[in-house]
């Protein structure tokens, strides 16, 4: 049943918005559809932000990217060392229900924000290192996404396959279905989503993907935050980037984080083996 964004999701929102302005708003899947099982080792990301709601509260998504090894984005868990919030949750399942009292299959973990994370330089152009990872309790017995090698976007950039390549990005974040409204058509049902997408940009630490969709792309919104941009179609599995901002209509742009830095593998070796 679709429902508005809970305030939990706006309050978590909100602040992250006012501490990381920088960065702009932080990226559900808009002109997508329902992933069901299509991408099993996306999750998202649960803490206890909102007094309002009784169980865990879904905060960002993310990616198994190691037996036991969360990633998502390093602005997501600065967000809840602000609020002195230590324990979280994963769940993997391809829906999620934050109003339920005592809700089944989650997996607790603690996080790791990298110690680098930060935004600097105009409008946050320089390296901001958003990345952190949870160290699952419990390995959840799903397949991880595979990493990128070192540069590959630089080489498909000069390959010249960049401009004619797919990528797809996953999330339970805020929905957007409507071409024409205002943000007041955003709504929220903790649905893992996916959509389809095509390339605007390469910059050092910067992805800059399309999700126009008058040209046919989807992308991501509120709540998305850590999710995993996806080089291929819908079935692929091949993790280049994560959802950190993009526009605040959620309907023209998203600027994703590239994983196959230098500074993104210093980050990400401490605790996966590189390809």
């Known amino acids: 049943m679709k429902r508005p964004m809970s305030s939990g999701l706006v309050l978590a929102a909100a602040v992250a918005a006012f ?5 702009g708003p932080a990226g559900g899947i808009t002109f997508g559809q329902a992933d069901g099982n299509r991408h099993p080792n996306v999750g998202a990301l649960l803490a206890d932000y909102d007094p309002d709601s ?14 036991d090894v969360y990633l998502t984005a390093g602005h997501c868990t600065a967000f809840l060392e602000v609020e ?58 799903l397949a991880p996404a595979e990493l990128p090698n070192e540069g590959l976007l630089d080489q498909l950039k000069v390959s010249h396959e960049l401009n004619s390549a797919t990528f797809t990005p996953v999330g339970y974040g805020t929905v957007r279905e409507d071409k024409t409204s205002g943000p ?20 050092g630490a910067w992805l800059g993907l399309s999700q ?33 901002t993009g526009d605040a209509q959620c309907r023209a742009s998203d600027k994703t984080y590239r994983l196959d830095t230098a500074s993104a593998r210093q980050f990400l070796g401490q605790f996966v083996d590189l390809p």
């Open 212 to 244: 126009q969709p008058s040209t046919g792309d989807g992308g991501t919104c509120f709540g998305d935050s850590g999710g995993p941009h996806f080089l291929g179609g819908a079935d692929s599995n091949l993790l280049v980037s994560t959802t950190v």
């Open 84 to 141: 002195g919030i230590t324990d979280v949750w994963v769940t993997f399942a391809p829906e999620y229900d934050e109003d339920a009292a005592a809700p089944t299959g989650i997996i607790h973990g603690s996080y790791v924000t990298n110690p680098d994370f930060g935004f600097s330089g105009p409008g946050g152009a320089s390296d901001p290192h958003d990345l952190a990872v949870v160290l699952l309790d419990t390995a959840p017995g």
């Open 54 to 67: 009784p169980g865990p509260d879904l905060l960002c998504s993310g990616t198994l990217i190691a037996a």
């Open 19 to 23: 501490l990381f302005a920088a960065a």
């Open 184 to 203: 007041h058509a955003l709504f929220f049902d903790g649905v893992r989503r996916f959509a389809t997408q095509s390339f605007k940009s390469l910059q």
